[in-house]
Structure formats: C-alpha cells, structure tokens
C-alpha cells in the first residue's frame, strides 16, 4: 500500500489527526471573570494608566520584559501617591502587581535593570521614572 493510501486509510478509520492547516495554536477559553473590589478595580485602573501614559528613561527595556511593582505611598500631608518599583528580565517573573512598600524588592544598584517612579494619583500624572544608580 503506498504512503498516501495508508495515511487516507488511517484517516478515514479516525486512527489519526489531519495535519495541521497552519502553525496558530488553538485559542485557549477565557478565564471566568472574578468580582474585584473598588480598591482592587481602582488599583488596576492606576496601572495600566500608568503603563500606558510611561516613557521610559533611555537604557531601559521594554516594559513588558520588567517586573512590575506598585505600592501606596504612605505620606504624611495626605497626598495619594503610587510608588512603582520595577525589576529588569531575570530578576523575577515580569507582570505586574500590588503590594505594600514593605513587600518591594530592595536593590541598591542596577542600572536600569531597577526603575522607579512616582505617580499623583489625585493629579493623576506621572512625577517621575528613573533607572536606578550603578555601585
């Protein structure tokens, strides 16, 4: 029996997949939505308004290669001020999170493999981003 007749065969018996048409991979079914809270929805709100509206001082990598983290910042005049510690490729998985001050990672060098920013979240604008010092 020739190849092509064989594989027709197999086919025909459902003993085999067709070969693919192209090489897209097949969409996965999204997640279930879940509920979040007004705090949880405002502090993804200040992210991607953040991400979106950021330009990155030169040296720095593409943003979706950092791990992102964000914080409030505890200030004493009563200013609403987010604080964002972000760490290059390698350091730790690259996305993007909430956390408190306490929680950020802490290196004292880096380049721009460690940006930081500070952002008025009642201006609702960026104060500034910076790639941190070389030791």
Same mark, same amino acid.
């Given at each position: 029996m020739k190849p092509f007749q064989l594989l027709a065969l197999f086919l025909a018996l459902g003993c085999a997949?067709?070969?693919?048409? =192209?090489?897209? @991979?097949? *969409?996965? *079914?999204? /997640? *279930?939505? #879940?509920? @979040?809270?007004?705090? &949880?929805?405002?502090?993804?709100?200040?992210? #991607? $308004? +953040? &991400?979106r509206e950021i330009r990155l001082p030169a040296g720095a990598a593409p943003l979706a290669s950092y791990a992102r983290f964000y914080a409030w910042q505890e200030r004493e005049d009563g200013r609403r001020k987010v604080i964002g510690v972000w760490l290059g490729a390698g350091e730790r998985t690259p996305g993007r999170r909430w956390a408190t001050e306490n929680e950020? *990672? !802490?290196? %004292? =060098?880096?380049?721009?493999? %460690?940006? @930081? !920013?500070?952002? =008025? /979240? =009642?201006?609702? $604008? +960026?104060e500034h981003v910076t790639c941190n010092g070389d030791a």
């Open positions: 997949q067709a070969p693919a048409q =192209d090489n897209q @991979t097949v *969409p996965q *079914p999204a /997640a *279930p939505a #879940t509920q @979040t809270s007004g705090a &949880e929805a405002e502090q993804e709100a200040i992210m #991607t $308004r +953040i &991400e950020f *990672p !802490l290196i %004292l =060098d880096g380049g721009c493999g %460690l940006v @930081t !920013l500070s952002y =008025d /979240a =009642d201006a609702q $604008r +960026i």
